[in-house]
């Protein structure tokens, strides 16, 4: 397998990075799906509808772009590594905390914390590896360290599926704490990038980011906007995808969580073909086809009426979803200035992230006052229409593909 010959091919070193910087994006990813996956639990223990519930989504994902930014400068100044131990530290603290909450106002508080703390790890560990890793085979770990997101979601419902009904949704959050351990394999195993090493970024590195930006503002806002578009791709039809299937079709929890595993065994394969494949044909063409390959698959996996047809709409969808999805990392990290990069693909990453951040609000909003409870014209309708924009934005773009990222400056 290509995969197999080009990890073989990475060092020790190289290795360690890549497995801990994949491992804390899947935890990340985690911690944050488990809220995903007890929408439900959490809108019956708190007698709220589900639209007070994604509140909670909305302020995790709002609060990103402060994470991005401040473990961002955190990172560019003292160091990629550090930071990411830090950050992993942080974010598990604070899903433990969020088990404990004793109101619907507390735990938003909670998970508005968090969500600094998420909003740093994307940007800190896909810099420390493209940073550290050749450029040969780029497309195919941008692929994979992309689908580390969904094998957190895959994990998040096995233990939805598995432990939910023994533990309650606040056992849920004690699990997420379990991140924390993963600290001790980077603080043994994983060195500093040797860009950040070589490169000695400059102490004015605050001074620094906002040179880069204002010197470098029409890409910046084009990635803000790839990222709007990119976000409200996956958040739109992932975040109260479960909801539906439990409200609507009436799926228990473990059906729900089956359909969300195999789902999320599509998103991975999708995620790791196209970054592979956008090696061959470019970054910009292999999401295009990805985006423009979900609205397809819509009445499927909106429409159907078994678990068997959910299974394989879910598959699809994701796949596709993925697919675009698993382009970035490598895309966001050839198209950002060297001498900030522990910041910029990061926060612009987040900042697209806020502008989209309202969406699970905004369709069950819409579910609760336009369509009578119903899903599926809501869930439709999303990917119609950010499918689209995501195909129209990323073809006026531009791309670097295999652009040198050993150095800072």
Same mark, same amino acid.
């Given at each position: 397998?290509? @995969?197999?010959?080009?990890?073989? *091919?990475?060092?020790?070193?190289? *290795? ?5 910087? @994949? ?14 996956l007890?929408?439900n ?25 402060? !994470? ?19 950050? &992993? &530290? ?48 780029? !497309?195919?770990?941008?692929?994979l ?6 094998v ?23 699990? !997420?704490?379990?991140?924390a ?5 980077? *603080? ?7 860009a ?21 503002l029409?890409?910046f ?7 709007f578009?990119?976000?409200? @791709? ?24 089956? &359909?969300v ?5 599509? =998103? ?12 061959r ?5 292999a ?6 390959l =979900? ?10 009426h078994?678990?068997?047809? @959910? ?6 969808m994701?796949?596709?979803?993925q697919?675009?999805? !698993? ?25 697209g ?25 809501v869930l ?30």
């Amino acid at each position: 397998m290509e @995969f197999v010959g080009h990890f073989r *091919r990475l060092t020790a070193v190289q *290795r360690n990075t890549f497995i801990a910087c @994949f491992l804390g994006w899947s935890l990340d990813a985690f911690d944050f799906f488990i809220l995903v996956l007890c929408v439900n639990a959490l809108a019956s223990q708190f007698h709220e509808k589900v639209s007070a519930i994604t509140e909670a989504i909305f302020w995790t994902l709002a609060m990103r772009p402060v !994470g991005a930014f401040l473990f961002g400068l955190l990172a560019d100044r003292y160091g990629r590594r550090l930071t990411l131990m830090i950050d &992993i &530290i942080a974010f598990s603290v604070l899903e433990l905390a969020s088990a404990f909450a004793p109101s619907l106002k507390v735990f938003i508080i909670m998970r508005a914390f968090f969500g600094i703390a998420m909003g740093g790890e994307w940007g800190v560990g896909a810099a420390l590896t493209f940073e550290t890793l050749p450029a040969e085979g780029r !497309g195919l770990f941008s692929g994979l360290l992309q689908e580390g997101y969904v094998v957190g979601y895959l994990l998040a419902a096995l233990a939805y599926r598995t432990l939910f009904p023994v533990f309650g949704w606040r056992g849920m959050f004690v699990l !997420g704490a379990l991140p924390a351990f993963l600290v001790i394999y980077i *603080r043994t195993k994983v060195k500093e990038s040797p860009a950040w090493l070589q490169g000695q970024v400059a102490r004015e590195t605050e001074k620094g980011l906002g040179r880069d930006i204002v010197s470098h503002l029409g890409i910046f806002a084009f990635l803000v906007v790839l990222m709007f578009a990119f976000n409200s @791709f996956s958040h739109g039809t992932q975040d109260l995808y479960p909801t539906f299937l439990e409200r609507n079709m009436k799926f228990t929890p473990q059906t729900t969580g089956l &359909i969300v595993i195999i789902y999320n065994l599509g =998103a991975l394969l999708g995620g790791i073909l196209f970054g592979t494949w956008s090696e061959r044909i470019g970054r910009r063409r292999a999401i295009i086809v990805a985006a423009l390959l =979900a609205i397809p698959v819509i009445p499927l996996w909106a429409y159907s009426h078994s678990v068997p047809m @959910f299974a394989i709409g879910g598959f699809l969808m994701q796949f596709m979803v993925q697919g675009a999805w !698993g382009v970035i990392p490598a895309h966001l990290n050839e198209l950002s200035p060297p001498s900030v990069r522990g910041t910029f693909p990061g926060f612009a990453y987040q900042l697209g992230n806020l502008l989209s951040s309202r969406n699970a609000v905004i369709q069950a909003k819409l579910v609760e006052t336009r369509y009578g409870g119903s899903y599926p014209p809501v869930l439709a309708w999303t990917v119609l229409t950010i499918a689209s924009l995501l195909a129209i934005v990323t073809l006026s773009g531009r791309e670097r593909r295999g652009v040198d990222l050993t150095k800072t400056g």
